[in-house]
């Protein structure tokens, strides 16, 4: 099993709806759970990060954390061509794990 | 605050050569990064290092050396550069102390012909 997993997608959603992105960590002891975008050949790109329970708002988006189940979720609202890019979670427990991403495209 | 510098930003190399890439940051964090991505991968944990004379392997350690003299600088070494080297390379760092996130370098593209 791998420390991080997330579905490699790709994720298609029309301009204006919502986007899910969806990731599972293996280390119960993990504190800190983080958001990075990348677009296509550049460095991955902070827009998130949530440390507690519950959810976490900024803009149009949105953290979802929820410990008991080791479950970590990304929500973009009203989606934008620009949102395409592929989406990289982060866990920090005993180590720094990412997860392999997932390609998100935004149709307009 | 530059952050995390990379350098080169492009690199074509010759089946053989050796080459370093150098990375360095200015925010006093202890840990370290090398990672290498191939086209439509996710990242790969090369070495990574948790402070000045301290380095350990991640998942795809051979065919790269790393040193760790300085907090600020931590470059990767390519001895006999091989055509399955070509990737882009990130170097990333952060404070271990702090529940922070990696902050990365732009990334060194490098192509082995």
């Known amino acids: 099993q791998k420390e991080v997993e997330q579905n490699s997608g790709p994720l298609s959603v029309p301009e204006g709806a919502i986007a899910s992105l969806n990731c599972t960590y293996s280390d119960r002891g993990s504190q800190s759970f983080f958001w990075y975008r990348q677009y296509s050949g550049k460095s991955p790109e902070l827009i998130m990060f949530?440390?507690?329970?519950g959810d976490k708002e900024d803009g149009r988006f949105t953290a979802q954390l929820n410990k008991a189940s080791q479950y970590v979720s990304l929500l973009i609202r009203d989606s934008q061509p620009s949102d395409s890019a592929t989406y990289l979670c982060a866990v920090n427990g005993n180590q720094f794990y990412f997860g392999t991403g997932t390609s998100l495209t935004v149709i307009p | 605050n530059a952050g995390v510098t990379q350098t080169p930003k492009f690199r074509i190399l010759k089946i053989g050569q050796s080459m370093t890439l150098q990375c360095t940051q200015d925010?006093?964090?202890?840990?370290m990064y090398w990672y290498r991505q191939d086209p439509g991968m996710g990242l790969k944990l090369i070495y990574y290092s948790v402070g000045a004379g301290i380095t350990d392997k991640g998942e795809v350690p051979n065919g790269y050396n790393v040193s760790r003299s300085t907090t600020e600088d931590f470059p990767l070494r390519l001895e006999l550069a091989a055509p399955s080297q070509t990737s882009v390379y990130f170097c990333a760092s952060v404070d271990s102390n702090s529940n922070q996130p990696q902050h990365f370098g732009d990334g060194t593209r490098l192509s082995i012909l």
């Open positions: 925010m006093n964090h202890n840990y």
């Open positions: 949530i440390y507690s329970n």
